[in-house]
């Protein structure tokens, strides 16, 4: 995945709980309770950063090497990417 990420907030609606973030996607009707690093990662979808940037930000948050987090870090944004919740440009 390529390009800058930006939410889609015209498509979920979102409320944070304590620790969590439950997103609703307003098409579908699914929820998706976003905790721990799926939080971080959501938080750091901002309109500025790539999938590589977010993943050198958690690298450095949470002191290991990138390449540990990666495919995670893809993973929850094509899922969230495919859910209609964030678009690449």
């Not at 976003?34 to 002191?63: F, P």
Request: overall charge negative.
């Amino acid at each position: 995945m390529t390009g800058i990420l930006n939410k889609c907030p015209d498509r979920f609606v979102e409320t944070e709980i304590d620790d969590e973030i439950v997103v609703m996607d307003l098409e579908s009707g699914n929820f998706f309770s976003l905790k721990d690093t799926a939080l971080d990662i959501w938080r750091l979808v901002d309109g500025t950063r790539s999938s590589a940037d977010i993943a050198a930000e958690l690298a450095n948050d949470y002191d290991v090497a990138e390449s540990e987090l990666a495919d995670d870090v893809a993973a929850f944004l094509d899922e969230a990417l495919t859910a209609g919740l964030l678009e690449a440009r």
